[in-house]
């Protein structure tokens, strides 16, 4: 047996043998081979002739069966929807505690928690934002478990702690997940989250001293933070209904009468005034405040469409706003996606994708609302437009060409000034941050291989200069990312980011990550993570596969991967595989494949699909029961993306690919570990648990299967504010687990 291990560990460092090279040089790879081989033996002691390879804690089966228009349809784990239920914390612990044993023997895994935790130890800053004389943004030295808000004045002032969410739990699971300064730069008004969930508090600090002040805003999701230009108070969106009955609204009661208030500093919560409520119990409310202070733009959006409709209150002189005017109607048709961009006095800049699936730029002038009057400023084009935003009174314009970024100014008609240079050609501008009557833009751009840095751009000039630019402990020009493009099964032309160490062989051996999504409009762009990082050090390749679903490409794009057309992405993604297998890259025995949320719909689906892709899978935090989706959590407002079994179409084209519905029995599938949270009120860990549930109890367990867990987070939601620490846990846990069915 112990022979047996020593030829799996040194069979890849021969010259000209299959593998990633020089693992058998890397210190820190050779003090864990004792360790793996001990691990390995424990783990792998035969089992006997028609043993169960794997012991899996015991899930009861319930009886629930449904009737689809006439097909009858077998629920047997719906208990597990109840997540608070003592029966599901008992399987919960059970299921954990199967994990963690199994985790102890994951030889890497302690020397593959120490690198990222040490490759994260650089400062890294969320995009600045100005206010008053200051500039704000977060920040994170790499050693707290969530972000600092900051303030400095001026280019050459001395950021200043405002607020530090560290100090506002001894576990590092509150979060600020909203922040807006008043005009005049005295008060920040900021949203807080506990363990990851979508809920969120808005409270007040005074800046000047630092103070707290009686403020407490509650039930807030779905929300901006909207100042009026008199500092007097602000605009968010709660559900009012959540404060009658707590405990139903928790427990994934169906949401509904979004309310957008205004809020004055200083007042109760029950004071707040109703500003608006959308005529259909089911559809939110949002609003953001013009530069100038004179209106508030409105956006309402719906769970069934995932276009919206624009609203607008007429607020008067921005330094006395009049919060009792009407509300009027500006855009009042459910027949595409708008976007605010700014405005010139009573004419708005939208964003749309209205006649332009890769969207344009249309100036509405509120006097004279009807499309016919519409003047289109910034054309479709070949490339994708991102957002826009006014500042400093031109148009700043972010647009994306084959997944990476482009980012050009035009003046306020339209016409092109010039290119805004950037760092890289594959790589992304995140977020573009800009004020009416301010000369400077900001924007924060980042690669696979570098971290997101932020530069001011002058927008008279166009000249850029970093604002702030962290260091992480790499030399990027070790690393390289190219872009492939290969065709899915209907012969459809998809991108895919490849990132890798320079020389890897391309032998069909190398371990690879192969990451999708697929959905709701969502464009996988460049981005660097110290995880993917420590992936490639390890002699790994991390691709990203830019499926149908997102988009990437425009409207029409996202389209060809919605509701029926919905198995494109499973193909998109099977096809990115098999291409990496052709190119020789890597091969089923090396593949490890990932996907959260939407993503993770996609990972189980596959597994279904396609048992024999990969070596290894992650389905993380997913939607995976497709038959059920709509009736709990935030189910209801996906709707418009996957349709719905309520209806017979929605019924046959769900049901087809559901990744709780369509296990193969019996067949043999990769190591699967499922990742859940137990707060997620996003996607509900029912999803996970159901999933898992079936799939310990469907797939082969015979003496050679490979094992299927679930690793649950605690205090922790669908991703958004997870501690630092807890990042680096799981992301330890999931590449240990990783390199160790791929014998690395």
């Known amino acids: 047996m112990l022979e047996s291990i020593y030829r799996m560990l040194f069979k890849r460092t021969g010259a000209g043998a299959p593998g990633p090279r020089g693992l058998h040089r890397n210190p820190w790879f050779l003090c864990s081979l004792g360790a793996l081989a001990a691990g390995l033996y424990s783990c792998c002691i035969p089992a006997k002739p028609g043993a169960r390879q794997w012991d899996y804690p015991k899930a009861d089966r319930g009886g629930e069966v449904d009737d689809y228009f006439g097909t009858k349809v077998a629920d047997p784990y719906r208990w597990m929807e109840d997540t608070d239920s003592p029966g599901i914390k008992d399987w919960e612990r ?31 800053y969320g995009l600045p934002w100005k206010e008053g004389p200051y500039y704000f943004f977060t920040e994170n030295s790499g050693k707290e478990d969530q972000d600092v808000l900051y303030a400095q004045q001026g280019l050459d002032g001395t950021p200043r702690v405002v607020l530090d969410p560290n100090t506002l739990s001894s576990d590092g699971t509150v979060a600020l997940t909203a922040m807006a300064a008043s005009p005049n730069g005295k008060c920040l008004a900021y949203g807080t989250s506990r363990g990851g969930s979508n809920w969120k508090q808005i409270q007040v600090l005074n800046l000047s001293t630092g103070l707290p002040g009686p403020d407490l805003l509650e039930w807030v999701r ?119 961009a700014g405005n010139d006095g009573p004419i708005f800049y939208f964003q749309t994708n209205l006649d332009a699936p890769r969207y344009r730029i249309v100036a509405i002038d509120s006097r004279a609302p009807a499309p016919s009057d519409w003047k289109t400023v910034v054309p479709e084009s070949s490339d994708v437009i991102q ?156 691709a990203v596969a830019n499926l149908r679903g997102g988009g990437e490409y425009g409207e029409d794009w996202h389209r060809a991967g919605m509701k029926q057309l919905k198995q494109n992405v499973f193909d998109d993604f099977i096809a990115a595989a098999d291409w990496l297998f052709a190119n020789h890259y890597t091969s089923p025995a090396h593949l490890v494949i990932r996907g959260r949320s939407n993503g993770g719909l996609l990972i189980g689906a596959t597994l279904n699909q396609r048992p024999d892709l990969c070596r290894v899978a992650f389905p993380e935090v997913g939607v995976m029961d497709m038959l059920r989706f709509q009736r709990f959590s935030n189910g209801e407002f996906w709707v418009s993306d996957y349709g719905s079994s309520d209806s017979p179409d929605g019924f046959r084209y769900l049901s087809a690919y559901s990744p709780l519905h369509t296990i193969r029995s019996g067949a043999r599938y990769p190591a699967v570990c499922v990742i859940a949270a137990d707060g997620d009120d996003k996607v509900s860990p029912a999803h996970s648990f159901k999933y898992a549930a079936a799939m310990q109890a469907s797939v082969d367990n015979g003496p050679s299967a490979l094992p299927v867990f679930i690793r649950i987070e605690t205090q922790a939601g669908h991703g958004r504010g997870l501690a630092r620490s807890k990042v680096i846990d799981a992301e330890a846990d999931k590449l240990a687990f990783a390199a160790y069915f791929l014998g690395l």
């Open 387 to 542: 957002s826009c935003a006014v500042a400093g009174g031109r148009l700043a314009v972010l647009t994306m060409r084959d997944v990476a970024s482009r980012l050009s100014v035009h003046a306020m008609d339209g016409r092109l000034l010039y290119e805004v240079a950037l760092p890289s050609s594959l790589g992304a501008v995140g977020n573009v941050s800009g004020q009416q009557d301010d000369p400077e833009l900001l924007f924060s751009f980042t690669t696979y291989t570098s971290p997101t840095c932020n530069y001011r751009c002058s927008l008279a000039t166009g000249e850029v200069h970093p604002f702030q630019q962290p260091r992480v402990d790499i030399d990027a020009a070790d690393f390289e990312t190219t872009q492939a493009f290969y065709p899915s099964r209907d012969g459809t032309r998809v991108p895919m980011f490849i990132t890798k160490k320079k020389g890897v062989a391309l032998d069909g051996t190398a371990p690879t990550i192969l990451y999708g999504y697929g959905g709701f409009d969502v464009s996988l762009t460049p981005s660097f993570y110290v995880p993917n990082i420590t992936w490639i050090e390890m002699g790994g390749v991390y």
């Open 94 to 124: 059970a299921e954990s505690g199967f994990f963690s044993r199994f985790r102890e023997r994951l030889p890497r895994r302690e020397a593959i928690h120490d690198r990222i935790a040490k490759l994260w130890n650089f400062p890294s």
């Open 222 to 340: 779905y929300s901006r933070i909207a100042w009026t230009r008199d500092d007097a108070g602000f605009f968010y969106s709660c559900y009012p209904d959540a404060a009658v009955s707590p405990a139903e609204f928790q427990e994934g009661h169906p949401l509904s009468n979004h309310t957008l208030y205004y809020h004055r500093v200083g007042a109760s919560q029950s004071d707040d005034r109703v500003i608006y409520r959308p005529e259909q119990p089911r559809w939110t409310t949002d609003a953001c405040v013009t530069d100038d202070g004179k209106y508030a733009i409105i956006e309402v959006g719906s769970q069934v469409a995932g276009d919206n409709l624009i609203r607008y209150l007429p607020l008067g002189d921005p330094k006395a706003p009049d919060l009792t005017a009407a509300v009027k109607p500006l855009i009042d048709t459910w027949n595409a996606q708008y976007e605010f």
